[in-house]
Every structure is written in C-alpha cells, then in structure tokens.
C-alpha cells in the first residue's frame, strides 16, 4: 500500500527560488534570463498582495489581511536571493548590454520589495485599523478607490510585460499614466472633500483611511514606472538616469539625444 498510495511530497517553500540555477552563472545569457523569470515571480507575487489587500480593505476581511503581511516575507527572501545572485554573476566578465540588463534586475526586484513593504506596513495596517474601528467607506468613496486600485494593478501587469519584454511603446505608456494618475488622485481628493462638506458620515469617519490609501496607492505607482526609465533611455527618449530611481531627470524628444548629465 506504500508503494501505491506513496506519501505526498510537501509542497515547496514559496520563498525559496525556482529559476535562479548556480550552474548558470558560467553563461551570463543563460543567468541572466534565470534572475529575469525569478523576478518575474517575485512579481506575480506582489500582483496577488496588491489584489488582495483591496479586497481586505473593503471587506474588513482581517485574515485575508494577515495572509498578504505574510506573503511580504516571501517578497524580501526573493528579492535578497535575487540580488545575491545577480551579484556573483556580476563578479565575472559581462559586456556592456549584460551589466545593465542586470543592473535592471537588481532595481526591479528592489522597487517591487519596496511595494511589498507598502502593502504590508501601509495598506494592511489600514486594513486592520478600520476593521478594529468597525468602519466603513461611502459607497462613492469605495467606488473611488476600487477604481484607482484597478488602474494600479493594470500599471503593475504592464510593468511585468515591460520588464521581460522591453517593449518602448508600453514604457510610454506607463509614464503617460504616471501623470494621469496625479490627475487622478487629485480628483478623487477634491470628490472626497466634497462629501466632508455635505456632512456624509461614513466619509467623516473614514477621511483619514480615504487619503492614507490614496497616498499609498500613488506610492506604489512610483515604483512601478521605475521599469520603464532605462528601456525608455536605452531608445534614446529620456536622459541617463540611475535605474533605481523613480523619476527621470530629463526628457528628450523621440530620436533626440539624451542629455548630457
């Protein structure tokens, strides 16, 4: 009966790497795409925290809360296990276009380890506080912020695309968004003053909660655009920048030269 009905094998550590193959260090092409698909994962992790943090947000679902702090644990060993691994890569000989794509790496898996922090250390934390104080958003609040969340996680799948696919047109388009996001949010802020003045309570009760979790939201769009800056550099439409940071310094015109730093 063993031999047939064999004990299951116990599932895998999620924090523990799949792709990033040590004997692949000696073909920097081939650990190159092994960091770039662990990155990926790490990615597609942060994209269920950010799903599900709303959805605790809304519900006062207080487990689901616990469940996305934990997976943040997840989403740090990932990100040092990446870097680590980036960096004994980089001890041997790479050329020019290997160093910066694992420069790249690097950035993106720091920037979606920051995202993760803000999920956990931000949005959860605001879960659980409104789910202490048996709060409740407005129903033209809650709209608000399901909308504005819904055009974060659009912006994170594109970034994921960008990332692996270095596709110039989509990097436009999340800067395009980055401004259109402030627009955003300002609206949001001026819709949600409004309610204050016409006294609705549960906006009264909730005003804090309301802009905390708009803040945080535009905070984690920042680090999702920091993947488009060096495929947007290396097409010659944006000035040098160092990948890690969120913003670009100055933009050229397309086929202009990028300025000088």
Do not use: W
């Not at 695309?161 to 989509?170: A, G, H, I």
Request: glycine share 4%; hydrophobic share 45%.
């Amino acid at each position: 009966m063993e031999k047939i009905f064999p004990d299951r094998k116990k599932s895998a550590d999620p924090a523990a790497p799949r792709y990033l193959d040590e004997s692949a260090l000696e073909t920097p092409s081939l650990a190159l795409a092994d960091a770039g698909r662990e990155t990926l994962r790490m990615g597609d992790i942060v994209e269920v925290m950010l799903r599900q943090v709303m959805t605790a947000l809304m519900t006062n679902d207080r487990a689901l809360a616990s469940e996305v702090s934990r997976m943040d644990n997840t989403v740090d060993k990932l990100d040092e296990a990446i870097k680590l691994y980036v960096i004994k890569l980089t001890r041997g000989s790479l050329d020019e276009q290997e160093g910066a794509r694992a420069m790249e790496i690097v950035s993106f898996a720091i920037n979606l380890e920051h995202i993760g922090d803000i999920i956990d250390k931000n949005l959860c934390e605001l879960a659980v506080k409104k789910i202490k104080r048996k709060l409740q958003f407005s129903a033209q609040g809650a709209e608000e912020l399901r909308a504005f969340h819904k055009r974060i996680v659009e912006s994170l799948c594109i970034a994921l695309s960008v990332f692996m696919s270095r596709n110039v047109s989509e990097a436009r388009k999340l800067i395009a968004e980055k401004t259109e996001l402030r627009n955003a949010e300002l609206a949001a802020a001026e819709r949600h003053f409004e309610r204050l003045r016409e006294g609705q309570p549960e906006t009264q009760e909730t005003t804090s909660l309301h802009l905390d979790v708009l803040r945080d939201l535009k905070r984690i769009h920042s680090h999702i655009c920091s993947v488009a800056y060096p495929v947007l550099e290396a097409a010659g439409e944006i000035a040098a920048v160092d990948v890690g940071a969120s913003d670009p310094i100055t933009l050229a015109a397309p086929g202009a030269k990028p300025a000088v730093q």
